[in-house]
């Protein structure tokens, strides 16, 4: 079975500062795919970043990247130049081949940013 | 267009009445999701239509009946519904299921937000 920890049930960061989103998995299977998602208080789960399991490097989308460490089975997410429009839920979530057609989610970090 | 609607974006019911959310993509996408979201909690995995066959069932109760009438189109029929059902329905969509790959990230809709009185 899958499973995704995030360890910080809440995060406040300074604005224009850097921040680390935390995310732990634990997979018995050697192909699977990491996602990061963000949900503002409107509802809608917007897709951030994606990592693959056999990705030589951390993925980047902009403000966004992946500090993916496969030997410790963490994928944090760090966002540089926080914004207010940061502020949000963050879910970490995982796809794998024995859990086919779902995600794992984790229990979400919920994210302030301070003007 | 990279968009998942979700119509009604609110929703009140009693526990007789029937109601439907409604869904749609037009980004070619073969796999669609429903998902039940209780506040502050992560997305819960109810029903996941592959190439418009029912291919996962969570156990879900049987007054929640999806419906798959076209690939772009996916539909949740509500009836005989409990104040405990009150949450956010979150609808999603994949260009295929059960991959691991880039390819595979969800879009999801804004959801509708259900109360049942």
């Known amino acids: 079975a899958q499973k995704i920890t995030q360890t910080q049930p809440g995060m406040f960061v300074q604005e224009k500062e850097a921040v680390t989103l935390d995310c732990t998995y634990d997979?018995?299977?050697?192909?699977?795919?990491l996602f990061w998602y963000k949900q503002p208080s409107s509802g809608e789960m917007i897709f951030l970043i994606y990592?693959?399991?056999?990705?030589?490097q951390n993925a980047t989308e902009g403000r966004y990247s992946l500090n993916f460490q496969k030997a410790r089975k963490s994928a944090n997410l760090v966002i540089s130049a926080s914004q207010l429009g940061d502020s949000a839920m963050y879910f970490c979530?995982?796809?794998?081949?024995?859990?086919?057609?779902?995600?794992?989610f984790g229990d979400g970090t919920t994210l302030t940013v301070k003007p | 267009d990279t968009e998942v609607t979700q119509t009604p974006k609110h929703l009140v019911m009693g526990m007789t009445n029937k109601k439907s959310l409604k869904c749609e993509q037009h980004?070619?996408?073969?796999?669609m999701y429903w998902y039940k979201q209780k506040a502050k909690k992560p997305p819960e995995l109810m029903f996941v239509?592959?190439?418009?066959?029912?291919?996962i069932n969570e156990s879900v109760p049987s007054r929640f009946s999806p419906e798959c009438p076209n690939s772009s189109l996916l539909n949740l029929h509500l009836h005989a519904l409990q104040p405990e059902d009150s949450a956010l329905y979150l609808c999603?969509?994949?260009?295929?299921?059960?991959?691991?790959?880039?390819?595979?990230?969800?879009?999801f809709g804004p959801g509708t937000r259900l109360t049942v009185t």
């Open positions: 990592q693959g399991s056999y990705d030589e």
């Open positions: 980004m070619g996408h073969r796999a």
């Open positions: 999603a969509s994949s260009l295929r299921g059960g991959g691991t790959g880039s390819s595979y990230e969800q879009y």
């Open positions: 979530a995982m796809r794998a081949p024995t859990n086919a057609g779902k995600s794992t």
């Open positions: 239509y592959s190439y418009e066959k029912l291919s």
């Open positions: 997979t018995s299977d050697q192909s699977y795919g």
